[in-house]
């Protein structure tokens, strides 16, 4: 047993294969435009995940633009400094930041700025008109949405006013509070107009960019989940809807990888950083952290047994249905305990490690004991019949897999 728990061949496993799903999305490209101080900064750490331009990694792309990534996150953001300086200088920013949004153009959709987060402090009174002029010009190449920031109170909200009544050809104007605003120690005044700024950008931004938000972003949770969930209903329906050959309960295993390869493609959609003891409470949550064949056991001998009826009729089968009741119990169970995790992230607050493994298993033995009963299992479920039928001898070559594993193992010992 003590062996056993000191295996985290399947922790890595699902560590890499995130990381390799994240690689492959497109990133957004988010241009960031105000003058120091505005807040800038602040609106991108409460907008993305980890509070990004904190701890992202700076590089100069010109003079005055920096360009910041951070890796497991799919986004780079451009960060202009130098609009409060001389005359002189703003025009050279300016004419920086029109060099770059053409460069990237030219190099096609997934290079491109998607979007520009224009910032100007709401307690200003006016714009001059040369950034008017300015911010037009930006608005013919890039969808701009003006963001007000440090907005509080009627002040904000009059110089919206204000600005929109110039007809600037932005996408719109909001009033934000990216941090709230602590008064007293009795008094603070809550965030504000976040949402409103993600609802936008899904919008603005094209079609390549949008799962790489979704994943960036930490503002709207249900979003994240919303894609999680579809993207599940698609690999499950694909692989154990009509065509999925029946295996024995003995082969249960081969079901593993596929768990594995799904709840990275989750992790990944989702936008979370999990870390190793994060994801093996989960999967010890499941039925242990110790390789496939501990896990596909477990699975087959407690997990199947909740699902009414699935061990009895099928006579030691595990029947595309069952397997896809078994998949869709642990993907909604698993994206319910990834928004858990990342509710309290955006907090600032990293749940005990316990309560994520009691989560996880408490959700999946409802979900599956209320079976095809389960609002939200049904919806998920294998409905339509025309999937195409998985290649032939998949089974094989799962099983080869996962036998070519275990001997791996074994020669490490
Ligand atoms: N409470 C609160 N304070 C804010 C907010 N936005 C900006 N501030 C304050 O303004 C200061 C400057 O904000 P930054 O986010 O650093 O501004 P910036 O635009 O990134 O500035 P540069 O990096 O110098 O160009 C912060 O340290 C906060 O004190 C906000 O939404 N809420
Ligand atoms: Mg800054």
Known sequence: MGKAELDFSLVEEMLQKT?????????????????????????????????????????????????IEKEGIPIVLYDTRGLELSKDVQAEVRKEIFLTIDGKQDKGPTESIHVIYYCINANSSRIEEAEIDFINELAEKVPVVIVLTQSIGETAEEFKGYIEALNLNVVAVLTILAEPFVISKDITIPQKGLKDLITLTFEVIPEEAKKAFTNAQQVDIERKVKAARRWATRYIATTFGIGFTPIPFSDATVLVPMQITMMSHITAIFGISLDRTSIASILGAIGGTSGATYLGRYIVSNLIKLIPGAGTVAGGIISGGTASVLTSALALSYIEVLAFIAKGEVKGEYPDLRNIGELMHTRLQERLKNGKNDADLQELLPQKSDNPPPKKGWLQKVKQRLSKKEDDKKTVE
């Open 19 to 67: 990381k390799e799903e994240i690689e492959k999305m497109n990133p957004v490209n988010v241009l960031l435009v105000g003058k120091t101080g505005v807040g800038k900064s602040t609106l991108v750490n409460n907008v993305f995940r980890e509070r990004l331009a904190s701890t992202g990694i700076g590089k100069p792309v010109t003079k005055h633009l920096r360009r």
